[in-house]
């Protein structure tokens, strides 16, 4: 793995094995072994809950999540390890391919990325929207829209009539709806087909292929890096051709490039939000492909629901819940009071983990990592973190099983970064795109539509009534 990549960060490499040792000393003996390695027989029974709690979807050997003892692996690899010895890059090629990249694949891999990172045709695009205007998730799900315009001939050659039969007929011009005013007759003028452009090299046309999971890797950094700009009344940065995935988003969102612990700290957030088992945005991403649509697309709506409060952008209300706390004394009054009105404190709680999140017993390290040379303003926001994690703890670990989840310390890292809270939500996309494509990617080799039911409640044997007698 990547040890030359690390030699500047040891710190950070002992940090994880630290907390992976804790998690070790914690858990104990694992409780349930995995009902993995075997392919189920369908249909499966299991107790569903509202909000598809409990349903089996598809079968996967992407990533395992187990929520009783707190462990996630992908591809077997345990979370702890790839964030010790591994790359943000080796894991999304790990995702892809069920396997570590070796030396070639990995060069290769990286190469691709490189290039893929350019994309001045979607920044063009980009820039002509009020960016600066738009919720930052909004400008990011636009943004991969605009690299399947730009990377595909799919809208080209499937937007377009065959106009063929057209420009042979009698008439060479078709009356359309009358306008409000002016001409009766609106004069369309088909024009001859363009020829086919010529293939690239890397074959993005298919756009649900590897390639186009590649781009979008690559691409979607790019695009929150210019939002990011954009948002502040700068220019995007041109991406830099030596630098890795993790310093290179450093570098085009902070106009500087990293140090080796700002590299490390964001490479090792990336890998951590990489991919988690059929969350809400994932299976979203899912969805979309399973009706044949396109990966461009499935991204798209992975993005649109991870912005939601209750998934990814919880991240974003942690910051604003631990300035609205403003300092440890207030966390136990502020937490009585949220409980009270039957609020929900972002950052805590899971729908699977039922325990302390493994990504969240690295990330709050990491957000305390070398705290005693920090300004006063975030010396008080961790030990405001802190406090509030005790007092939610104390009140609802053994009742109701709530921990702090991945969103609860990742707030304080990417602040730590110099990275502003709109841009919180985006940075997990960032990264989870490798999950999204990676999941697509495996369910389409036995793609069957998702169709899930509901059941009806509702009412039978209405009468019409017309309007007015409503
Ligand atoms: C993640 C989340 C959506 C999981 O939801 P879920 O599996 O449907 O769990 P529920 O909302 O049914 O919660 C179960 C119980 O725990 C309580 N609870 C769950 N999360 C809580 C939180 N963050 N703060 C306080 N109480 C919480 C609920 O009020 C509920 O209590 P009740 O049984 O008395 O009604 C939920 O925990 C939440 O909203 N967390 C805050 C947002 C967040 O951090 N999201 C990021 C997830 S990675």
């Not at 207030?330 to 493994?358: C, I, M, Q």
């Amino acid at each position: 793995m990547n040890s030359d990549r690390h030699q500047d960060s040891t710190e950070i490499t002992e940090l994880i094995l630290k907390a992976a040792e804790n998690a070790r000393a914690e858990i104990g003996v694992v409780t349930k072994q995995p009902t993995t390695g075997k392919a189920a027989k369908w249909p499966i029974d299991c107790n569903i809950g509202p909000g598809l709690e409990g349903a089996i979807a598809c079968e996967s050997k992407v990533g395992y999540v187990n929520g009783t003892d707190g462990l996630l692996s992908y591809r077997g690899y345990d979370i702890f390890e790839l964030c010790a010895y591994s790359t943000y890059e080796e894991v999304s090629f790990l995702l892809l391919h069920g396997h570590l990249p070796n030396s070639t694949e990995l060069k290769e891999f990286e190469q691709k990325l490189v290039n893929y990172r350019h994309m001045n045709k979607t920044l063009r695009l980009l820039m002509s929207f009020p960016v600066e205007e738009m919720n930052a998730m909004a400008a990011l799900r636009m943004g991969t829209i605009f690299m399947r315009q730009e990377f595909t001939d799919i809208d080209r050659e499937q937007a377009k009539p065959d106009l063929s039969d057209a420009i042979s007929a009698d008439e060479d011009s078709i009356g359309m709806e009358t306008k409000p005013s002016g001409e009766q007759r609106a004069i369309y003028e088909f024009k001859k087909k363009k020829k086919r452009r010529k293939k690239k090299d890397s074959d993005l046309d298919d756009a649900s292929g590897l390639e186009a999971c590649y781009h979008l890797i690559a691409g979607v950094p790019t695009i929150t890096a210019a939002i990011t700009r954009l948002r502040h009344g700068l220019m995007p940065f041109e991406p830099s051709n030596e630098l890795s995935h993790a310093a290179n988003l450093f570098y085009m969102m902070n106009g500087r490039r990293p140090t080796a612990i700002e590299e490390r700290v964001l490479d090792v957030a990336l890998i951590l939000h990489a991919d988690h088992g059929m969350n809400a945005s994932t299976f979203a991403s899912m969805v979309v492909a399973s009706t044949m649509s396109d990966i461009y697309f499935s991204v798209g709506s992975g993005i649109a629901a991870l912005n939601g409060p209750l998934h990814g952008g919880a991240n974003e209300r942690v910051l604003h819940t631990l300035r609205e706390v403003g300092s440890p004394d207030n966390a136990e009054a502020w937490v009585k009071k949220s409980l009270a009105e039957k609020k929900k404190v972002p950052g805590f709680g899971h729908r699977v983990y039922k325990t302390y999140d493994p990504r969240a017993r690295i990330l709050g390290p990491l957000a305390k990592f070398r705290c005693l040379g920090c300004k006063a303003d975030i010396q008080n926001l961790i030990s405001t973190a802190e406090q509030l994690e005790q007092e939610v703890v104390g009140s609802l670990a053994q009742e109701k099983k709530i921990f702090p989840n991945v969103d609860y310390y990742s707030g304080v890292v990417y602040t730590r970064l110099g990275i502003d809270p709109s841009m919180f939500t985006p940075l997990f996309a960032v990264s989870r795109v490798a999950g999204w494509t990676a999941r697509v990617l495996e369910y389409m080799h036995n793609n069957r539509i998702f169709r899930p039911r509901a059941l009806y409640t509702g009412k039978f044997n209405q009468v019409f009534k017309q309007v007015d007698e409503r």
